[in-house]
């Protein structure tokens, strides 16, 4: 099943957690996303592809987050805890929610709620104690990093007194004993998080469905990982960031986008055998079966920005650690199966790193009719070691990008793919995707759905209304199953 294995192609489907239908405001790891997995078996599939699954940051963005390593625990299902005797029907009050994610609504309803399961919980469980004692690298951090931000009413680490800020171990010790139970809340809370988050995979490994992760290149300035190994970054004694990531202008926005995150001092990396990066991918490949790397390219390459710039219009190009990392990896974790996110990436330094690692990268079928025939991203140009997307999340759904068409690009893409009048747009781009010769074809739930742009996921450079669609309760019916099973036929 892994993209490792020879045989057919393989096939799955894009669709972040928080997008499942719930009737508590947000997807969980609860009975709708056993159903979903249901879907992707009846269907002929083989993986499932999430977004980040980590504590959402800014902008209710997964890609900006407190830890690299936590689960957001909104994901956590209430009715699982019921069913476990941790709440009763009671502790959760009917509530009217909207179509779409209101993470403040949902904040409000789910963490309460959460907090008097936690008080139930009995710590002295074994397999509470397995956990505590399997993540000891990041749990204890985290829980204490989430308590001082409680205490302090921010996530900054500039806001932290020193003593804390500087880890003095006295002060850290004290401030335990002093906030034990809020402490207690962010451990226990991430059991519940990661012993629903496996239950789920082990039954999606019993139906033949992989899960497939994705991690952000970069973390947020203000985590718990910064706040412990803050020598693994490029940062001025008071955690202020010497410069910040980002990408320079391109197609998404003409003054580039501005990421703010700090960036990696390599050379210390380097020298301490790149522990920090290793520890984060054996995480992630027990988590996963496949790791989806966003922005692969900064490995090879990576811009950066001046700290205090008001845009990415100004910055320079940095060599990244490049193929020596990936050796290193490789010796101390074996072959973990990556996919390499190099959007963007066409530069000869890019494609050779991906050449020499040997993941596939990506292809992006929205990106294929530019007017030039030898496009990577049209199906006939594709290599076999690549996967495919019809859209991701930061594109629009294929229905509103090909609305929004004009043309010689709109004469392309209907000359080279023509609407088959049985299947509503965009099936016969799906039908071309997994016609290709990618050993993975991804396609985003929007366009099983034909969904326009109404139900974008993300907008990049935008700051609103983002990460909030939903899919409605009953949006897959049986024609679906068929449909889907009969084009993904011959790759599953």
Excluded at 43 to 54: A, E, H, I, K
Excluded at 91 to 105: A, C, I, R, S
Aim: glycine share 6%; proline share 5%; charged share 25%.
């Amino acid at each position: 099943m892994l993209l490792k294995d020879k045989g057919n192609k393989k096939s799955g489907v894009l669709l972040h957690l928080s997008s499942l239908p719930s009737k508590h405001g947000i997807g969980s790891l609860g009975e709708e996303a056993y159903k979903f997995v249901d879907f992707l078996k009846k269907s002929g599939q083989s993986y499932w592809q999430m977004l980040p699954l980590v504590p959402i940051g800014e902008g209710n963005s997964p890609y900006k987050s407190t830890s690299c390593y936590a689960g957001e625990i909104l994901y956590i299902d209430l009715d699982l805890l019921i069913k476990e005797g941790l709440l009763s029907a009671e502790d959760v009050p009917k509530t009217q929610f909207g179509d779409n994610v209101d993470f403040e609504l949902v904040k409000s309803f789910k963490i309460p709620i959460i907090k008097k399961a936690t008080q139930n919980f009995d710590t002295n469980r074994k397999d509470y104690k397995k956990f505590l004692q399997d993540n000891q690298e990041w749990i204890n951090d985290y829980a204490l990093y989430m308590a001082i931000c409680e205490k302090k009413g921010s996530v900054s680490i500039k806001s932290f007194d020193d003593n804390l800020k500087y880890r003095i171990p006295d002060s850290l010790k004290r401030f335990q004993e002093e906030n034990a139970d809020s402490i207690r809340f962010y451990k226990i809370s991430q059991y519940f998080f990661y012993a629903q988050y496996y239950e789920l995979k082990r039954y999606a490994e019993k139906s033949g469905i992989g899960f497939i992760g994705d991690i952000p290149f970069y973390v947020s300035l203000d985590s718990a990982e910064v706040w412990k190994y803050p020598d693994s970054f490029l940062l001025c004694r008071d955690f202020t960031p010497k410069c910040v990531a980002g990408v320079p202008p391109d197609i998404f926005s003409s003054t580039g986008q501005l990421w703010g995150n700090p960036v990696y001092d390599w050379e210390y990396l380097k020298q301490n055998g790149y522990f920090w990066w290793k520890k984060r991918l054996a995480h992630y490949s027990r988590m996963y079966d496949v790791v989806r790397i966003d922005h692969f390219r900064a490995f090879a390459d990576y811009y950066i920005i001046p700290e205090g710039a008001e845009n990415a219009c100004i910055g320079e190009w940095k060599i990244g650690a490049g193929i020596d990392f990936w050796n290193q990896v490789r010796q101390d974790l074996g072959q973990i199966q990556i996919i390499a996110e190099d959007l963007g990436g066409d530069t000869e330094i890019v494609q050779n790193l991906v050449k020499e690692t040997g993941f596939p990268n990506m292809k992006v079928l929205q990106f294929g009719f530019s007017g030039d025939p030898n496009n990577p991203h049209l199906p006939q140009n594709f290599i076999e070691n690549c996967v495919c997307y019809t859209g991701t999340h930061d594109n629009d759904t294929t229905v509103g990008w090909y609305n929004s068409l004009e043309g010689y690009s709109k004469h392309m893409a209907d000359q080279l793919f023509p609407q088959d009048a049985t299947l509503p747009l965009p099936f016969n781009f799906i039908a071309a995707a997994l016609k290709s010769k990618a050993k993975l074809v991804i396609i985003p739930m929007q366009d099983l759905l034909a969904l326009d742009s109404r139900s974008r996921m993300n907008t990049p450079g935008t700051a609103k209304g983002n990460w909030i669609w939903r899919m409605k309760e009953n949006a897959i019916d049986n024609a679906l199953v068929e449909k889907l099973k009969s084009l993904s036929y011959e790759r599953n």
